[in-house]
């Protein structure tokens, strides 16, 4: 059975008689071949493994197989659809636009289940433990050290990562381009937890992001048209997906 959101649906579709363990591939640091684990009926009897036992969990990303289909296909069409958005416009904004293209590009997304990965946690929430059936691929990075500027910005990129620091100054060196969210930016945390968050002057407030977030300055909403209707949503869905490098 595939992990998907909600644990609890599983259990009411299936009895612990149809599952079947599943098959994982462990991605880490260490090597650049993966592990691969078998029989993993549970969660936890992969990330109860005493050799990742020292892995930092908020920024883990586990997928399924058929998902990451799904999470791939979706990530084309928005290149797709930033490629014939651009094509629409002129100057600045084509360029701008282009720009966000390129950014996404240069990201790979997978099929990631929305569960916590943190051993303790899956050991003692109710239903954090769901079953594993089919193939998975796990990813497990270092803790990084940096935060990821992304979207309408002039100067996208690896930024260190400063304790206490709040999400807008992180963009006091930026200009944005055209077509950009003045008054708000979100901030995707390693987790695939998202926040929408207020940077202008007359509306900031202090949210620190995490190290590994990535800070995301979206379109501003069009009144004219609605050929960009859903296009933060689904770029915030690519985010959310990538596979941590």
Do not use: C
């Not at 591939?25 to 992969?46: C, F, G, R």
């Not at 290149?79 to 100057?91: F, K, S, Y």
């Amino acid at each position: 059975m595939k992990i998907i959101i909600s644990a609890a649906l599983f259990l009411t579709l299936v009895t612990p008689m149809a599952w079947s363990a599943g098959t994982v591939k462990v991605y880490t640091s260490e090597s650049k071949e993966p592990k691969t684990l078998s029989n993993a009926e549970h969660l936890i009897d992969l990330v109860g493994q005493p050799r990742l036992a020292n892995s930092w969990w908020p920024g883990a990303v586990i997928s399924e197989r058929q998902a990451s289909v799904v999470a791939e296909q979706k990530h084309k069409a928005l290149l797709a659809r930033l490629t014939g958005l651009a094509g629409q416009e002129t100057g600045d904004t084509a360029a701008a636009i282009n720009a966000v293209r390129q950014q996404l590009q240069a990201i790979d997304v997978t099929g990631r289940q929305l569960v916590n990965l943190d051993p303790d946690k899956v050991r003692v929430v109710e239903n954090g433990n769901p079953p594993l059936e089919g193939e998975y691929s796990l990813w497990i990075a270092p803790q990084p050290t940096t935060v990821t500027v992304m979207g309408l910005v002039s100067n996208p990129g690896e930024k260190p990562f400063t304790p206490g620091r709040d999400l807008a100054s992180y963009l006091d060196d930026q200009s944005l381009l055209a077509g950009a969210e003045r008054s708000y930016a979100w901030v995707v945390y390693p987790d695939a937890r998202t926040q929408k968050a207020p940077v202008a002057y007359w509306n900031k407030r202090h949210i620190e992001p995490m190290p590994g977030s990535v800070i995301f300055v979206g379109f501003a909403d069009h009144f004219w048209t609605k050929a960009y209707d859903g296009l933060n949503t689904d770029i915030l869905h690519s985010l959310t997906h990538r596979i941590p490098e």
